[in-house]
C-alpha cells in the first residue's frame, strides 16, 4: 500500500513541478477510494487518517480547511465517535475550534481516539509479529509500519525481528 501511496504521490508531484501528467492519471480526474466509516474503534484510526490523508491530496488540495475537515467528519459515524463529533461540529459552528490546517484536524482525531496509548499499542503489536506464512518481503513490509511510533531504538528492533 505504501509503495501505491508514493507512486500516486510522485505522479501528483511531477505535475505540480511542471511535468506533463497526461489522461485520467491527474489526481481531480483519477479515481479514488474513500475511506472507510470510522466508528471510534482506536485500531482503526491510523488507517482512516491514511486514507484520508490520500483522498484529501489527490481530490480536495484546493478545497478550504473548514470543507476538508467536515468532509472527513462526513466519514465519522457510530459508536463512541458520533458524540464526539456531534461535540465537534458544535465547536466549529460555535467559532470554539478553528483549525489552521487539516494536518492539525487529523492530528486532534488521531490523539483523541488513540490517546495517549499509542506508542504502547505500536510497541504490543511490533512484539507479537511474525512471519507466518508470508514471503519475507511481505514480513519486512509490515515489520516496518509496525516499528513507526512504536519507541523501538535501532539495536532493540533487531532483537524484536523474528
Known sequence: MQAQIQALLAAQGGAEAGGTVTGPSTGSHMEMAKPAIFNGEAGKVGGFITACRLYLRMKMRGNMVEEQVQWVLSYVQGGSADVWKENMMEEIEAGEVEYESTEEFLTSLKKEFRGGEEELMKAVELRKLEQGGR??????????????????ERRLLVEEFK
Not at 518481503?137 to 516499528?147: M, S
Open 135 to 152: 514471503t519475507m518481503e511481505e514480513f519486512v513490509q509490515e515489520f516496518k509500519w509496525a516499528t513507526r511510533g512504536s519507541g523501538y
